[in-house]
């Protein structure tokens, strides 16, 4: 079968049927000229079909793009803030166990006497 460039249906039968006498007879060949430009005119209605939604999908992503960006920095500050805010709550615990560390240097006695007390607190909830 021969085949248009620009579709990939079939445009004319390459073997048409012949008839004992060896010609083709008038209505096997209307048959095949109808049936080629039956298969050309859906090549190109399907090929039209294509290009359209092609073009749509074209238009869709154009004014998507700037929703998009939007949201995408939108994402962007947010993380640089939750890193910032983890930063933060990072450096305060290190601050508040540095605290505590020299608390305990300072007052040894106390700080035995308050985690005697805890975990005797701990130990009766716990029963």
């Given at each position: 079968?021969?085949?248009n460039?620009?579709?990939?249906?079939?445009?004319?039968?390459?073997?048409?049927?012949?008839?004992?006498?060896?010609?083709?007879?008038?209505?096997?060949?209307?048959?095949?000229?109808?049936?080629?430009?039956?298969?050309?005119?859906?090549g190109?209605?399907?090929?039209?079909?294509?290009q359209?939604a092609?073009?749509a999908?074209?238009?869709?992503?154009e004014?998507a793009?700037?929703a998009?960006?939007?949201?995408q920095?939108?994402?962007?500050?947010?993380?640089?803030?939750?890193s910032?805010?983890?930063?933060?709550?990072?450096?305060?615990?290190e601050?508040?166990?540095?605290?505590?560390?020299?608390?305990?240097?300072?007052?040894?006695?106390a700080?035995?006497?308050?985690?005697?007390a805890?975990?005797?607190?701990?130990?009766?909830?716990?029963?």
């Amino acid at each position: 079968m021969a085949t248009n460039a620009d579709t990939p249906f079939p445009t004319s039968s390459a073997s048409p049927a012949t008839s004992s006498a060896g010609g083709q007879s008038p209505a096997t060949s209307q048959g095949s000229s109808a049936s080629g430009n039956d298969a050309q005119a859906a090549g190109d209605m399907l090929n039209r079909v294509v290009q359209g939604a092609h073009s749509a999908i074209d238009r869709m992503a154009e004014s998507a793009a700037p929703a998009v960006q939007k949201l995408q920095d939108g994402v962007s500050s947010a993380s640089d803030a939750i890193s910032q805010r983890a930063g933060d709550a990072r450096e305060m615990g290190e601050e508040w166990a540095e605290s505590l560390r020299a608390t305990v240097r300072d007052h040894p006695l106390a700080a035995l006497a308050t985690a005697l007390a805890v975990g005797v607190l701990v130990g009766r909830l716990a029963r």
